[in-house]
């Protein structure tokens, strides 16, 4: 059913815990399957020098949490504000079709920090308005159960 990889991130996660001070930080959820991720990002010079996250939810939610935080570290913010989910599960060499959903909360946690640290320094963040009600933060979407 998974994948080596993401049995390996999910067991062995990668950039768990918090920053303090950070940057950027971005908390998605879905009430109905009780994922929620919080991503922390420590950006310099326009990169991301440090990132952590703290996930609640199912293996394939840690693990695309710990997938999407190997992506964007050390990137530039330029660079991760193309991070897509259908990225995140091809680093993961697939998931299940019912978990995809994970890799887009993964995702919008990441655009969620970026658009507080741009929302910090005063910079636009209609680059990052891709919100199309997946995290089901909003109730807009349905996902189906875990």
């Known amino acids: 059913m998974y ?15 918090e920053i303090e001070n950070a940057d950027g930080v971005g908390e998605v959820g879905n009430a109905k399957c009780g994922d929620i ?3 922390y990002l420590k950006i310099d010079n ?10 609640f939810g199912c ?7 710990s997938m999407a935080t190997e992506l964007i570290k050390g990137k530039s913010i330029s660079e991760v504000e193309k991070l897509t989910n259908k990225a995140v599960v ?3 060499g697939g998931l299940p079709a019912v ?7 993964a995702e919008e946690a990441v655009k969620a920090a970026l658009a507080d640290y741009y929302t ?4 636009d963040t209609s680059s990052l308005n891709t919100c199309d009600g997946c995290c089901g933060a909003c109730g807009s979407h349905d996902h ?3």
């Open 59 to 65: 293996g394939a939610a840690i693990a695309t949490s």
């Open 37 to 39: 991720m919080k991503i």
């Open 46 to 55: 326009d990169v991301v020098s440090d990132v952590k996250f703290k996930t």
């Open 3 to 17: 994948t080596e990889k993401v049995m390996d991130h999910f067991a062995n996660p990668r950039n768990v815990g």
């Open 99 to 105: 978990k995809v959903h994970c890799s887009v909360l």
């Open 120 to 123: 910090k320094i005063g910079r």
């Open 90 to 92: 091809e680093a993961l």
């Open 144 to 146: 189906g159960d875990h």
